[in-house]
Each structure stands twice: as structure tokens, then as C-alpha cells.
Nanobody
Framework: QVQLVESGGGLVQAGDSLRLSCAAS????????MGWFRQAPGKEREFVAA????????HYADSVKGRFTISRDNAKNTVYLLMNSLKPEDTAAYYC????????????????WGQGTQVTVSS
């Protein structure tokens, strides 16, 4: 069982940066690939970024490539999402998720989810 708690969301202006954190419980964190997803009101949940268990492999949605960076610290059981050059269209609730095995871009493969943290970008 893995419990995930996101933090770091907030209200920012376009062009600003935010760093989201996702703290995981349990002693097997390094066994899991981690992903970030987001969901805006009235829209489906969409993939943002994912990282493999070691941190050596990452994957990003085209919409955030070059602006967002996913990383992890297995010693701290934490995964991060650094978001630079934020745009109003990045406004959404952001969720982290965990899956045992290789990283995935499809939400349905993820086994555990956090409660989400809201990011609002004003223009």
C-alpha cells in the first residue's frame, strides 16, 4: 500500500514558477514509477510527466515539454514537478500517482493516487 500526498500548489501569475511535491508513504517507494497528471474543470484527466524508479528515464506531455521537470528523491520518498513559464492553460488540479514497474502515460495503469493540489495561473 502506498499513500501519496501532494503539496506546493497555489495561485501564480503567467510566467511564474511553482514546484509541486508528492510525499509517499511506505518503504518500497523506489519500486514504483511515478507520474503527474492534471485535470481542469470540465476536462478529462491528462498526463503531464512520468519518471521511472531510478529517475533515469522521464517522459513529458508535449504541452509541458521544455517547461516542466519531473524528478525524485528516493531517500526522501518524494517526487517533484518543477513548473516554469506557467501559462493560464496550466490551471488545473495536479495529481501524483504510483505504478509498480515501468513508467506509464495512461492514467488507468496507475495503482495509487494522491488527493491533488490546485494550481491556478492568472493572465
Amino acid at each position: 500500500q502506498v499513500q501519496l500526498v501532494e503539496s506546493g500548489g497555489g495561485l501564480v501569475q503567467a510566467g511564474d514558477s511553482l514546484r509541486l511535491s508528492c510525499a509517499a508513504s511506505g518503504r518500497t517507494f523506489s519500486s514504483y514509477a511515478m507520474g503527474w497528471f492534471r485535470q481542469a474543470p470540465g476536462k478529462e484527466r491528462e498526463f503531464v510527466a512520468a519518471i521511472d524508479w531510478s529517475g533515469g528515464i522521464t517522459h513529458y506531455a508535449d504541452s509541458v515539454k521544455g517547461r516542466f521537470t519531473i524528478s525524485r528523491d528516493n531517500a526522501k520518498n518524494t517526487v517533484y514537478l518543477l513548473m516554469n513559464s506557467l501559462k493560464p492553460e496550466d490551471t488545473a488540479a495536479y495529481y501524483c500517482a504510483a505504478v509498480r514497474g515501468p513508467l506509464m502515460v495512461v492514467a488507468g495503469f496507475y495503482e495509487y493516487w494522491g488527493q491533488g493540489t490546485q494550481v491556478t495561473v492568472s493572465s
